[in-house]
């Protein structure tokens, strides 16, 4: 018997077709429960203040650009969502004197759009994700201590040089964010049609997509309408190129976000409660973490909220 229709998108494979139990089990996590759910591999944090919150994120920067050097260059993938770190990440290399060039530094962005073609926005398109990267982060590093621009790899172009680059370069942790689809970077659960009609793929055929351009669920465009576009849905793509679970299985470590804007109370709790019991569902693609060697979830403790009804 085929699983649950969507509540969201019939056409698509999403968190709303998990067995009920396991949706209630995930809606009564408190967060000193969330706590609880730390194991081997998988450690979850909390910071009081956002101050806290962001400083930590900015940090990861830097400590994996301190851990390379010219004869074993090193690096962070990052995130667009949330960008908040992005210009603590320059204040403190500059405040450092961290020369980037001299360490060899490299930084990987996750995604970007794509266009009705497939081929990469430019980067003075708005919502650019690069150009966001730049402008927050990069274009703020005094000239001096500024990586080379060929140790900034974007998912744009050949992809092949970008995938590659995972090969040549050690990753030392992978940022993200969650969407509210329960991605990291644009890793959507697929269109329900096909072979996954009934079912949706297997962790095994999931984990070996690599950097690709995707379609997104609807939620992912709704959602980024919402948190970059002031809700103007027709201005947002919906295809994008994203780094796949295959380059991210070479991340040494995988670091995910919670502010409490980007996914609500109860998608922070579902996602760690699957990657906690190893309840690994392609519906929801986070949930896939929990067979990766290391994995962190850092919550800002506002944003964690409560999933209760409160009318609004």
Same mark, same amino acid.
């Given at each position: 018997?085929?699983?649950?229709?969507?509540?969201?998108?019939?056409?698509?494979?999403?968190?709303?077709?998990?067995?009920?139990?396991?949706?209630?089990?995930?809606?009564?996590?408190?967060?000193?429960?969330?706590?609880?759910?730390?194991?081997?591999?998988?450690?979850?944090?909390?910071?009081?203040?956002?101050?806290?919150?962001?400083?930590?994120?900015? /940090?990861?920067?830097?400590?994996?650009?301190?851990?390379?050097?010219?004869?074993?260059?090193?690096?962070?993938?990052?995130?667009?969502?949330?960008?908040?770190?992005?210009?603590?990440?320059?204040?403190?290399?500059?405040?450092?004197? /961290?020369?980037?060039?001299?360490?060899?530094?490299?930084?990987?962005?996750?995604?970007?759009?794509?266009?009705?073609?497939?081929?990469?926005? %430019?980067?003075?398109?708005?919502?650019?994700?690069?150009?966001?990267?730049?402008?927050?982060?990069?274009?703020?590093?005094?000239?001096? /201590?500024?990586?080379?621009?060929?140790?900034?790899?974007?998912?744009?172009?050949?992809?092949?040089?970008?995938?590659?680059?995972?090969?040549?370069?050690?990753?030392?942790?992978?940022?993200?964010?969650?969407?509210?689809?329960?991605?990291?970077?644009?890793?959507?659960?697929?269109?329900?049609?096909?072979?996954?009609?009934?079912?949706?793929?297997?962790?095994?055929?999931?984990?070996?997509?690599?950097?690709?351009?995707?379609?997104?669920? %609807?939620?992912?465009?709704?959602?980024?309408?919402?948190?970059?576009?002031?809700?103007?849905?027709?201005?947002?793509?919906?295809?994008?190129?994203?780094?796949?679970?295959?380059?991210?299985?070479?991340?040494?470590?995988?670091?995910?976000?919670?502010?409490?804007?980007?996914?609500?109370?109860?998608?922070?709790?579902?996602?760690?409660?699957?990657?906690?019991?190893?309840?690994?569902?392609?519906?929801?693609?986070?949930?896939?973490?929990?067979?990766?060697?290391?994995?962190?979830?850092?919550?800002?403790?506002?944003?964690?909220?409560?999933?209760?009804?409160?009318?609004?």
């Amino acid at each position: 018997m085929s699983r649950k229709i969507s509540k969201i998108a019939p056409d698509w494979w999403d968190y709303t077709t998990l067995d009920c139990e396991l949706i209630d089990d995930a809606a009564r996590l408190t967060a000193n429960d969330l706590l609880q759910l730390s194991r081997p591999g998988f450690q979850i944090n909390i910071y009081d203040t956002l101050e806290e919150f962001y400083c930590a994120q900015a /940090l990861e920067y830097i400590d994996a650009w301190l851990q390379s050097t010219p004869s074993n260059p090193a690096g962070i993938c990052g995130p667009i969502g949330p960008v908040e770190q992005l210009p603590l990440v320059a204040q403190m290399v500059n405040a450092m004197n /961290l020369d980037l060039k001299k360490h060899d530094a490299h930084f990987w962005g996750m995604d970007e759009w794509v266009d009705e073609h497939d081929q990469p926005v %430019p980067i003075d398109f708005p919502l650019s994700f690069a150009k966001a990267d730049m402008e927050m982060c990069f274009n703020r590093i005094k000239p001096e /201590l500024a990586m080379p621009k060929q140790n900034l790899h974007f998912p744009t172009g050949d992809l092949d040089v970008y995938r590659n680059s995972f090969d040549q370069v050690r990753c030392v942790v992978m940022q993200g964010g969650q969407g509210e689809v329960k991605h990291w970077a644009f890793n959507d659960p697929p269109r329900r049609n096909g072979e996954y009609k009934d079912f949706p793929p297997s962790a095994d055929e999931y984990r070996k997509l690599n950097t690709r351009v995707t379609e997104l669920h %609807p939620m992912t465009v709704i959602q980024n309408a919402r948190t970059s576009g002031g809700g103007n849905i027709s201005n947002v793509p919906t295809r994008a190129c994203t780094v796949g679970p295959a380059e991210t299985w070479k991340a040494e470590r995988v670091s995910i976000w919670h502010a409490g804007q980007h996914d609500n109370p109860f998608g922070q709790r579902l996602t760690a409660l699957m990657i906690s019991k190893s309840i690994v569902d392609t519906s929801v693609p986070m949930s896939l973490l929990a067979d990766h060697p290391s994995v962190t979830f850092s919550y800002f403790r506002g944003g964690i909220g409560e999933v209760a009804v409160e009318m609004h």
